[in-house]
């Protein structure tokens, strides 16, 4: 563990990247995020521990360093933590940070290209734009046990501070890859012997009986537009039954449900 590097100067800087975090994206550059609070922030030390992402630096309220002892210590010494008092804290963010733990982490690329296991559960996302969305989805692939998160190219970035606190960092503990167009995807997970289900509300079979398989991918929309019509048409199509009159569940909701049934079914192969 470092030893902790007193800051003064909300202008200081050395801690520069964390001014102002509530108004800045820096996923954008170089790959770089937020981590906020001790359970993200132990879920950065431990994926740094294995090589997916890099930790840079920690700032910590000062008085709550000696209880982050036990997640510090899983970090290089080369790593700096800085602390500093409430009001130097506060000033250097730009609000009242009541966690008072922040990391900033860099994303290590990842080539999803690889074998899969002979029994794999994947989540696609396509057009999902709202942060808590994605940080929902990702914590319902965790809870579920999905294998990998795949997200085109509209999807917004799950690094994005809100997306990995809401997703209580399993962004950092899944395998993951956002990129290509949802076609291009789901053609690359057919090609790998991957059944492939879209989930709407106008599907035509029930997601409770889905028929038993080893690769499952499930796809998922954003609200409102849902799945563009051509890969609904493209590929089998499941639903989730609910009462009339309700036009669909909030996707977080739906993956959730749809991920659980799934795993439910694959586990009884």
Known sequence: MALPISIEDADDARIQEFRNIRERDLTGRQQR???EGSVVVRMLAQAHARG????EKLLILKSRLAGLEPILELLPEQVPVYVA???VLDAIVGFNLHRGVLALGKHVEQDLSMDWPK???VLVGCGISNHDNIGSMF?????FGADA???DETCCDPLYRKSLRVSVGSVLSLSWKRGGTALDLLSQLSKDGFNIWALSPQGETDIRSIGGSERVALVVGTEGEGLPAELLAGFMSARIPQAPGLDSLNVATATGIALYAL???MKRI
């Open 139 to 143: 914590r319902n692939a965790a809870a």
């Open 263 to 265: 795993s439910s079914l």
């Open 33 to 35: 995020f937020i981590a």
């Open 52 to 55: 997916r992402f890099v930790a």
């Open 119 to 121: 029994r794999a559960l």
């Open 85 to 87: 008092e409430a009001d």
């Open 149 to 151: 998160v795949l997200l």
